[in-house]
Each structure stands twice: as C-alpha cells, then as structure tokens.
Antibody
Framework: EVQILESGGGLIEPGGSLRLSCEASGITFSNKAMSWVRQAPGKGPEWVSSISGGGGTTYYADSVKGRFTISRDNSRDTVYLQMNSLRVDDTAVYYC????????????????WGEGTTVIVSS | EVGVTQSPATLSLSPGERATLSCRTSQTVDNYLAWYQHKAGQAPRLLIYDASKRATGIPARFRGSGSGTDFTLTISSLDPEDFAVYYCQERSNWPRGTFGQGTKVDIK
C-alpha cells in the first residue's frame, strides 16, 4: 500500500523559515515526480511546487518562487519543501502528492496524497 | 494563468439522488482536467483524470465528461460516503495546475 506522510508544519513568525518533509512508502520512489499543494483556510487548493524523480527538474508557483525550494533524497524516499521568508498568506495545510504515470494518461496525475501538515504564519 | 470556476458552491442532496457538478475553465485545457474528492482531515482522493477516466478503485457511479472549457462530474446515485467537497483541477501546463474553489455536496 502506498502511503505518504508529511511533517514539519508549525507556528512561525512572518519572515521565518520552515522545512516540510514528505516521506513515501510502498513505491519505487526515485521513479516518481512529487508535488506539493497547499490549501489556505476557506480557499481552494493551490499547486505550489513539483520535482522530477531524479530531482534535476523543479517547478514553482509564482507565489513562492524565490522563497521556497523543493528537493528530494531518494535514499530516504523523502521530498522536502524549504520555506523561507514566510508570509501570513503562506498559512495553509500543505499536502504532498505522488505524480503517477497512469497507463492510459498523457500526463502524470496526483494519485496518492498525504493528509497534510499545517503551517501557520503569525506574529 | 487559467481560471477555474466550479458551480454550484454547495449542493444539498439526499442519498440515492444524482449529483451534477460543473467546472469551467477560462481557456481551453483540452482534456487535461482532474476531479478530486476531499473529506475534512483526510487525504484528497483522485477520482477522475483526463476529464473522463476513472482512477483505480473509483466506483462506476462517478462519471466525468466534457472537454475544452466545460466539464462535469456526475455521481449517479449518492452513497452516504460521497458527501464531501469536490475539486476540479486543470493541468494543461503540467505540473502546474489551477484548482477550482470546490463544490460541497452535503446531506439535505
């Protein structure tokens, strides 16, 4: 069974930093792109960042570019989201998701998600 | 950036009834559209990808349709476990993708 577990959330003051972790099990991790998606209170989800299976290609939403860094350690089956210069509007539940190359699909899809970790940015 | 609009915001129905959820994009996304189910405190669940293909293990009562800019998720007969929030997401520029604001299906 594929499982994804996020950790590292918490309460942080504006301007601070946090590193989120996402550990996957039950998959050949290095073959899978991974993504982070967040959901602020009362809003729809927002795609944040993705990383290729090997880690060589990364993608960011404009809202976090230059402040957040995605990385992965395939020996630990873990992807990270380093969040710097945090702002109040970064407050959200952060979800990690596996991008699967579903057989009949043209592009990968986020087919397994974790339950999320909560980040609150407040003074 | 592609805009995504879901309607209605809330759908109040009884078990056994049919649910019809709409998702519209501001520009064509071909069929690069997915639907997710989300219950509070749980992991979101992929239901439909490529607009009309059911993900693994998804019951046949869930049907996705549409292409271009207009999409629909139909739940043919609501099961008590189907009451949740449903989001669509366009992924015409993978891995980027805009989500809609969601449709909450609650018990009437």
């Amino acid at each position: 069974e594929v499982q994804i577990l996020e950790s590292g959330g918490g309460l942080i003051e504006p301007g601070g930093s946090l590193r989120l972790s996402c550990e996957a099990s039950g998959i050949t991790f290095s073959n899978k792109a991974m993504s982070w998606v967040r959901q602020a209170p009362g809003k729809g989800p927002e795609w944040v960042s993705s990383i290729s299976g090997g880690g060589g290609t990364t993608y960011y939403a404009d809202s976090v570019k230059g402040r957040f860094t995605i990385s992965r350690d395939n020996s630990r089956d873990t992807v990270y989201l380093q969040m710097n210069s945090l702002r109040v509007d970064d407050t959200a539940v952060y979800y990690c998701a596996k991008e699967e190359n579903i057989r009949t699909a043209v592009i990968p899809h986020m087919d397994v998600w974790g339950e999320g970790t909560t980040v609150i940015v407040s003074s | 950036e592609v805009g995504v609009t879901q309607s209605p915001a809330t759908l109040s129905l009884s078990p056994g009834e049919r649910a019809t959820l709409s998702c519209r994009t501001s520009q064509t996304v071909d069929n690069y559209l997915a639907w997710y189910q989300h219950k509070a405190g749980q992991a979101p669940r992929l239901l439909i990808y490529d607009a009309s293909k059911r993900a693994t293990g998804i019951p046949a009562r869930f049907r996705g349709s549409g292409s271009g800019t207009d999409f629909t998720l139909t739940i043919s007969s609501l099961d008590p476990e189907d009451f949740a929030v449903y989001y669509c997401q366009e992924r015409s520029n993978w891995p980027r993708g805009t989500f809609g604001q969601g449709t909450k299906v609650d018990i009437k």
